[in-house]
């Protein structure tokens, strides 16, 4: 299988290339030039498999120059007993009739961002050695929270690479940046940026775009690339828990084969229910793709008028991932839904970078109300969200998990459609333990707790067990403790790398 770019439909590269590179030459992300497909029987053969077996079906489709015994060793590398605590890696919860929640947080940074990025170091490595690629790779990241410490764990120590993370000084809870600060390995580095989320990823872009900075790379023996989700690497994993879900249904009685399925999804930069949208699209019986953002609600704007203007008021909210104003692997759905129709992304995209608006025609905002669903909540929704679901059903989510569950239950209301759905859960809950302590608890609960007693009251209080990588966070030394301002991050790089 080829890939093209988002913005020159005309390129054809490999699935390693554009794993190696992450982000096309002309600034645009990598798609697939076709979509496999994956029909009845096939569904009903993958109910039957492990996750690791259902993960190399799936990924073998995309990653056609990638032999099959090269994706089962990078599979059974990343979800295994001793990554997963949990044999299921992606298990089901059912909350009633009709409802559940897919728990992609039983990883090693207990959040939904492992489920790729356990699996991308792999992948690259094999893609590095199919390409010839002698320089090491530099992998820079952008994160609003999660990604960051998903991404230092998955690339800690590997060979050839090196990781440099940037993170929002007051942007990720203390939870997130504990993970970040206390990250070991010998090729790991972490920088605090002054600013949010889209600052940092605005530099980290930039970087990637600066072709005079790649030469001294070179020169340098170096290579980018990149493990935030307009990294092919990264998302294609993310479409085969979507198949899994659907699978576990089919498995326990819980749907009849073809019946379908509404997948409700917390997403911010649009990656992980972009992986839905291609799961859609390859065949598997999905209804309404329910798209869940907080206050910074840029993508439930964007659906229900087809203008995306970031023109507003940034918030720092309860549910931090979601906390951006600028959904990269949007552009990847818009190619899609055009037609391929490459120049109108590209005019559309250089509208964003002059205008911070684009406005998409009639036709194709029809096609994406067609398939999704826009709603937000606020953080009092949000918490609100959290104890009635503790009370009602004695089950415990974290923020970001109850913004979806917060706008399924008004797209429920709003709709009265009764499809069975499937909430996607993104973290464990004792990540964002101070908003789910006072969820489930009360404000006064917090009083006098720093973040690690917080993690014992919330475990008191819910009867749950703090997860093994946060409970044992506490005992950590700090080893990273730069910040900078977004104009410097050029200078915090090269240093990183010993150019200066």
Known sequence: MEYASTRDKNLAVSAAYAIKTGLAPDGGLFVPKSLPRVFGEELSELAQMSYSERAVRILGKFLTDFSAEEITDCAQSAYNKEKFETDEIAPLYKLSNGVYFLE??????????????????HLLKKSVVKTGETKEVVILVATSGDTGKAALEGFKDVNGTRIIVFYPEKGVSDIQKRQMVTQEGNN?????????????????????????????????????????????????PQIVYYF??????????????????NFVVPTGNFGNILAAYYAKEMGLPVGKLICASNENNILTDFIRTGVYDKNRLFKTTSS???????????????YHVTGCDDKQVAAWMKELAETGRYEVSAD???????????????DTQTEKTIAETNSAYGYVIDTH??????????????TGDATKSVIVSTASPFKFSNHVLSAVAGAEALSGLDEFAMLDAL???ADLTIPAPLANLKAKPVIFNTTCEKTEMYEVVSHMLNLL
């Open 401 to 414: 998990t109850a913004v979806a569950k917060c706008v399924y239950d008004a797209y429920c209301k709003e």
């Open 364 to 378: 194709v905002k029809a096609k994406i109300q067609e398939l999704f669903y826009g709603g937000f909540c606020d």
């Open 459 to 461: 475990a008191e209080k």
């Open 104 to 121: 992609l947080w039983h990883g090693p940074t207990c959040a939904f961002k492992d489920m790729a990025l356990q699996i991308l170091p």
């Open 188 to 236: 790991v580095d972490v920088a605090a940026v002054n600013g949010n989320f889209d600052d940092a990823q605005s530099g980290v872009k930039k970087i990637f775009g600066d072709s005079e900075y790649a030469e001294v790379l070179e020169r340098n023996n170096f290579m980018l690339s990149s493990a935030n989700s307009i990294n092919w690497g990264r998302l294609v």
């Open 320 to 334: 931090p991932s979601m906390d951006i104003l600028i959904s990269s692997n949007l552009e990847r759905l818009l």
């Open 244 to 261: 899994s879900a659907y699978c576990n249904l089919l498995k326990c009685d819980e749907i009849k084969l073809g019946e379908p399925v």
